[in-house]
C-alpha cells in the first residue's frame, strides 16, 4: 500500500499570497497518478488536478501542479477567499486509492 | 449533468450489515469505474473500495477487506456496497464518486453527497 504523507497541517496564509502544498508518497506513484482535490466544509471534494500536473475541467489557472515519482506539489499562485480549504491528494496508480491526511489552508 | 445519489444509509448496531446504493445518471454508467470513499466526522478522506468498468477489477482499504463487497449494475446504473460486520470504526459519510477515465483507472471526477452511516449500541 502505498502511503502518502501531506504537509504541512495547516497553512495560514493571507489572501494574495501563494500556497505551497506538499505530498511524499512511501514508494513511487505508479505514472505518476497524483491527484489534488478541494473541499470545502459541507461539500464533496472537487477534482482539482489530475496526473500529478494537468487541471481537471474548469479548475482556473491559479491552480498547479508538479512533481514525480514520490515527491509532489500543488501551488496555488494568488489566494483567493473560496480557496480557504482543505486540500487531499490521493494516488491512483495501483489499488488501494490511498488520500493522504490533508493540508488546511486557512485565513492568517 | 452528472448525477451520484446515494442511498441506504442509517444508524445500526455493532455487528449489523448494511447495503448503501448509488444511482448514476447523466453518463454511460457502463464506460467508467467507480468507487466508495468515506469520511469519519472531523476526518480526513478514506478511499473504501473500487470497481471497473467491467467488473474484472476490484479493490479494497486493508480496513474493510473481507467485511465489504462492492458490485455494479450496469444496466441500472447503480453501484452497491454490502458492509458486514461493522464497527463503530465504520461511522462516517459514504461517499459515491465515478473516475474520469473511460475503460481505465482515473481519479474521482464528480462526486455524490454522501450517505451518513451511524454504528452504535
Known amino acids: 500500500e502505498v502511503v502518502l504523507t501531506q504537509s504541512p497541517g495547516t497553512l495560514s496564509l493571507s489572501p494574495g499570497e501563494r500556497a505551497t502544498l506538499s505530498c511524499r508518497a512511501s514508494q513511487n506513484v505508479t505514472s505518476n497518478y497524483l491527484a489534488w482535490y478541494q473541499q470545502k466544509p459541507g461539500q464533496a471534494p472537487r477534482l482539482l488536478i489530475h496526473g500529478a500536473s494537468s487541471r481537471a475541467t474548469g479548475i482556473p489557472d491559479r491552480f498547479s501542479g508538479s512533481g514525480s515519482g514520490t515527491d509532489f506539489t500543488l501551488t496555488i499562485s494568488r489566494l483567493e477567499p473560496e480557496d480557504f480549504a482543505v486540500y487531499y491528494c490521493q494516488q491512483y496508480g495501483s489499488p488501494p486509492f490511498t488520500f493522504g491526511g490533508g493540508t488546511k489552508v486557512e485565513i492568517k | 449533468e452528472v448525477q451520484l445519489v446515494e442511498s441506504g444509509g442509517g444508524l445500526v448496531q455493532p455487528g449489523w450489515s448494511l447495503r448503501l446504493s448509488c444511482e448514476a445518471s447523466g453518463f454511460t454508467f457502463a464506460n467508467y469505474d467507480m468507487h466508495w470513499v468515506r469520511q469519519s466526522p472531523g476526518e480526513g478522506l478514506e478511499w473504501v473500495s473500487g470497481?471497473?468498468?467491467?467488473?474484472?477489477?476490484?479493490g479494497y482499504a486493508d480496513s474493510v477487506k473481507g467485511r465489504f463487497t462492492i458490485s455494479r449494475d450496469n444496466a441500472k446504473s447503480s453501484l452497491y456496497l454490502q458492509m458486514n460486520s461493522l464497527t463503530p470504526e465504520d461511522t462516517a459519510l459514504y461517499f459515491c464518486?465515478?473516475?474520469?477515465?473511460?475503460?481505465?483507472?482515473?481519479?474521482?471526477?464528480?462526486w455524490g453527497q454522501g450517505a451518513l452511516v451511524t454504528v452504535s449500541s
Open positions: 470497481v471497473s468498468w467491467n467488473t474484472n477489477n476490484i
Open positions: 464518486a465515478k473516475g474520469r477515465n473511460p475503460m481505465d483507472w482515473g481519479p474521482l471526477d464528480y
